[in-house]
């Protein structure tokens, strides 16, 4: 896959931007914040419709305006083209057609009815510092790897996470008020409200059986090619294990109708207890991945550089069944890793990555040249790598394409 062009408007701190990249190697280098991150940014935003530095939307729209839109062109690797389109409109005081805020994507110039039609159209991998709270951080940022990476190959995966977490809010709903009829004495509506549990009970265990098969299976290819890579960052030294953790009860080997029937009836038996809470208390919502080195916490016990392998491998094993499960790399975005990483490490990521088109962000072009160019020499021809590099300066918000030897 790829990236031909890339225009920005109104993004970040770019006020109206085109990029032309090249296919191979794109660096881009300059000082500290002044926007080199916000081009991979935008370019991850078209793989899923999210940033992968925040949430809201309104952070990504320059400052005093009230929009913004990312755009990019790329082709597949069989020569067919695609371009992805997201513009973010904020609602405005007193414009009717702007009376409440709304994300516009579009797919070769046609809106798309939902964000789930955008999976699987754009494949991109980022590495970036942010990373580490795959280790560091709760169990929320393990869930969106996982649920981002089975989203990019498995579409429908996508709309079943939206509809599970709509069936579990009106679930939620429903508890609390319930909850709140107990407290007050009311029993009028109580056979009402038991009927309706039932129905949404039944819906969210379907969908949640749905997602946790996906989960197990990709869980188990993580493991299998984190293990391999941690193994070899190691040389063999240390072995690292990723444990998918979901509802009580339920086996590596269950089908979809085994969960089905267990989370149902788990559903049906703390129904009580959820009341009390008023909120549904298992599910995959809850659901988190064991990360063990040597049969340790990696967040409790393993040491910085440690973190560092075990964060790296799990990326790995992402750009590893991308590639695998689409038949061609992703493109590569490298947010200042080079500098975050050492020798052993860099190798290990570049061994991974040299036949996709990269875009790298740093502050010293020529020591990422140096550490490609070196690392990634597998015959004479790979070692004539600077014919494949592409240099762009970024200075306050201005990207400015530069012949670096000249």
Not at 128 to 136: G, I, M, N, R, T
Not at 147 to 166: K, T
Not at 349 to 373: G, S
Request: net charge neutral.
């Amino acid at each position: 896959m790829i990236v031909r062009r890339i225009e920005l408007q109104d993004f970040r701190n770019y006020t109206q931007q085109i990029i032309v990249p090249e296919a191979g190697v794109n660096v881009f280098y300059g000082e500290n914040a002044q926007g080199k991150t916000n081009i991979l940014e935008a370019i991850y935003l078209c793989t899923c419709a999210r940033s992968h530095r925040t949430a809201r939307d309104h952070e990504l729209i320059r400052h005093g305006c009230n929009q913004y839109r990312v755009a990019i062109d790329f082709n597949y690797f069989n020569g067919s083209e695609g371009a992805v389109e997201i513009e973010y409109l904020e609602a405005v005081a007193g414009d009717p057609q702007r009376t409440r805020s709304q994300r516009i994507v579009r797919h070769n110039g046609i809106k798309l009815d939902r964000i789930a039609d955008l999976m699987g159209l754009f494949h991109a991998v980022i590495f970036a510092p942010e990373d580490l709270q795959l280790v560091k951080e709760g169990p929320a940022a393990r869930r969106r790897f996982l649920d981002l990476l089975i989203s990019q190959v498995r579409p429908s995966y996508f709309s079943d996470i939206q509809q599970y977490a709509r069936f579990l809010i009106q679930r939620n709903r429903l508890l609390k008020m319930m909850r709140d009829d107990r407290q007050s004495g009311k029993t009028s509506q109580e056979k009402q409200n038991n009927l309706q549990i039932d129905v949404w009970n039944q819906m969210l265990a379907e969908k949640a059986a749905a997602i946790i098969e996906q989960r197990m299976i990709y869980v188990q290819r993580i493991n299998e090619i984190a293990e391999q890579s941690h193994a070899a960052l190691s040389s063999g030294k240390e072995k690292l294990n990723v444990k998918y953790k979901t509802v009580a009860g339920i086996r590596p080997d269950f089908k979809r109708e085994e969960i089905y029937k267990l989370f149902s009836n788990k559903l049906k038996s703390m129904v009580n207890e959820d009341i009390e809470r008023g909120t549904t208390g298992q599910g995959p919502h809850r659901d988190d991945l064991d990360l063990a080195l040597d049969g340790d916490h990696v967040k409790l016990f393993a040491s910085q550089g440690q973190q560092r392998s075990a964060t790296l491998s799990l990326k790995l094993a992402e750009l590893a069944i991308v590639r695998q499960d689409t038949g061609e790399p992703p493109v590569l975005l490298l947010d200042d890793v080079m500098s975050e990483l050492d020798e052993s490490r860099r190798k290990r990521l570049l061994e991974n990555i040299h036949d996709a088109q990269i875009f790298v962000t740093c502050t010293d072009a020529r020591q990422v040249v140096h550490d490609m160019k070196r690392d990634s020499c597998y015959s004479p021809d790979d070692c004539n790598i600077l014919r494949k590099f592409g240099f762009f300066l970024v200075n306050q918000g201005q990207v400015q394409s530069v012949d670096y030897f000249s």
